[in-house]
């Protein structure tokens, strides 16, 4: 069996649809999107879908900004509700690291992020269970929030569906088609091959196993992200979003006046099996969130831990995505997000649909060189300008 499309889309989550969508917001919509399962159906519906601008790469804080856009305007664009609350985002750093989260806010502003730094007094307002003692400078975006990385994805494949782009659910690829060093199409595991002169491959976790055999390493380790469900014991109401990186934490508000609780203390990966993992969060990772939350929460005196699950990120050696063309032609990867992937979606989205169809970036502000495959060999990671002591990973 055989079909023919102008690009096939290997990945059906969120990054996957996007590039679907955005390819037919460009006119492409003689597109294949292969997914193994169904759509969202793996690391996609794991994420805690934060929502902020807040990162020391510009170019990563355009991509959040232009992601934002797409979120507060969901309804209008999609006709349904992705499940994005604008609560607010606030983010606190110790003294050591204030003078870095004020240039850091400068620069966000300078590429269209709109974020500004608030007192202790503010937070205070924000946040009244909280000991914010130990910080000292603190950002805030007062359009940030959280939201649902299945919905959203359930969305951008509807819409691309719609455009004419064609769905493929349960259609394990199992092998790229090559002639020379030019990308023909994929082929399936039923045996069906399907002829595109682009092939975008978007399969987060399983991204280097798939590539390695045809000399193509994107270098992903897979990394298990436990989350933890609390009870506050209280009436929170609409708290914003809380980055904690003093004591290394994040926290925001949930369905049923739940709090999610996740771990910021990213130097010490935990390896392991994208298809083979626990799904829940271990004894040492429940004692932690314990003493993280007592900590910083203390007027959480009657929390309870709820639920907990767990699930991987697809992390580079910078921590920052691969979205380039690739040595062979035809050939553009989109992985390695490294847990900023739902908050810069749609402008993932683009960006792969620019690289297709016009081969380069269409936005100043983010250079397509920022996130080339290539950087890796040539030493030249994508790192912050305004690193933070202790928590330089995820901004």
Known sequence: MSETADVVIV???????????????????????????????????????????????????????????????????????IG?????????????????LRKSLAAQRAVGVQTEEVDSSEVAKLWPWADLEPFGAFGWEARGGYGDAYQTAQAFATAARSAGVRLRQRTLVTALLLDGDRVTGVRTADGTEISAGT????????????LSPYGIDV?????????????????????????????????????????LFGN????????????HYLNRADEAFIDLTAEKIGTRFPGFTDAAIVSSYAGCYDVT?????????????????AAGFSGHGFKIA???????????????????????????????ADGELLTTRFPYIGAGQMR
Request: net charge negative; charged share 20%; proline share 5%.
């Open 346 to 376: 749609p402008a993932v989205g683009r960006l792969i649909a620019e690289l297709v169809v016009d081969g380069r970036s269409g936005d100043p502000r983010i250079p397509e060189a920022d996130f080339r495959l290539s950087r890796f």
């Open 199 to 210: 092939v975008v491959v978007a399969t987060g976790v399983w991204t280097r196993p798939f």
């Open 11 to 81: 990945g059906g989550g969120l990054e996957g649809a996007a590039a679907a969508w955005c390819l037919s917001q460009r006119d492409v919509t003689n597109v294949v999107v292969a997914e193994r399962n169904t759509v969202g159906s793996g690391m996609t519906g794991k994420s805690s879908g934060i929502v902020r601008c807040h990162y020391g790469v510009s170019s990563l804080a355009a991509m959040a900004a232009d992601g934002l856009e797409v979120f507060e305007n969901a309804e209008e664009i999609f006709g349904t509700d």
């Open 84 to 100: 994005f609350r604008q609560t607010g985002y606030v983010v606190g750093v110790g003294h050591d690291n204030a003078e870095n």
């Open 219 to 259: 270098p992903i380790s897979v990394h298990r992200e436990q989350i933890v469900m609390i009870s506050p014991g209280l009436e929170v109401g609409p708290v914003p979003v809380f980055s904690d990186l003093v004591s290394l934490q994040y926290v925001r508000p949930d369905v049923n006046s739940e709090i």
């Open 264 to 275: 910021s203390d990213l130097a010490e990966l935990e390896i392991v099996d994208a298809d």
């Open 317 to 333: 050696p910078d921590w920052n995505p691969v979205i380039s063309r690739t040595g062979i032609d035809g050939l553009v990867v």
